[in-house]
């Protein structure tokens, strides 16, 4: 089974998108849709990022195809579990 959420660097598509993605953060918020909070932002690949104050906010359920998983290493795990605390407390409030 595969996380929920991605490594930093993995390469997708969403569903019904005709460009590939790479995700980039998590846990990011959007003011243009009253702050919904989104599992992944990311960037075209292979283009990256072109606009640093543009990112593309998407959610795990949205994913279709997995082209390329990130790097993980045991930072990347300690920081996964961080992440979940983070995202249930930010669900929370």
Same mark, same amino acid.
């Given at each position: 089974? *595969?996380? %929920?959420?991605? =490594? *930093? #660097?993995?390469?997708?598509?969403?569903?019904g998108? /005709?460009? /590939?993605?790479?995700?980039? #953060? $998590?846990?990011?918020?959007? +003011? @243009?849709?009253?702050?919904? !909070?989104?599992?992944?932002?990311?960037? !075209?690949? =292979?283009?990256?990022?072109?606009?640093?104050?543009?990112s *593309?906010? $998407?959610?795990?359920?949205?994913? @279709?195809?997995?082209?390329f998983?990130?790097?993980?290493? @045991?930072? @990347?795990?300690? $920081? %996964?579990?961080?992440? +979940? %605390? *983070?995202?249930?407390?930010?669900?929370?409030?």
């Amino acid at each position: 089974m *595969i996380d %929920k959420y991605l =490594p *930093i #660097g993995t390469i997708v598509i969403l569903k019904g998108g /005709r460009k /590939r993605l790479m995700i980039t #953060g $998590f846990a990011c918020k959007s +003011e @243009e849709t009253n702050n919904q !909070l989104f599992d992944y932002c990311g960037c !075209l690949y =292979p283009e990256g990022v072109i606009f640093t104050d543009k990112s *593309i906010l $998407f959610n795990h359920d949205q994913i @279709e195809h997995i082209f390329f998983m990130g790097y993980v290493d @045991e930072d @990347e795990k300690a $920081f %996964k579990v961080n992440l +979940e %605390k *983070i995202v249930s407390n930010m669900n929370n409030n």
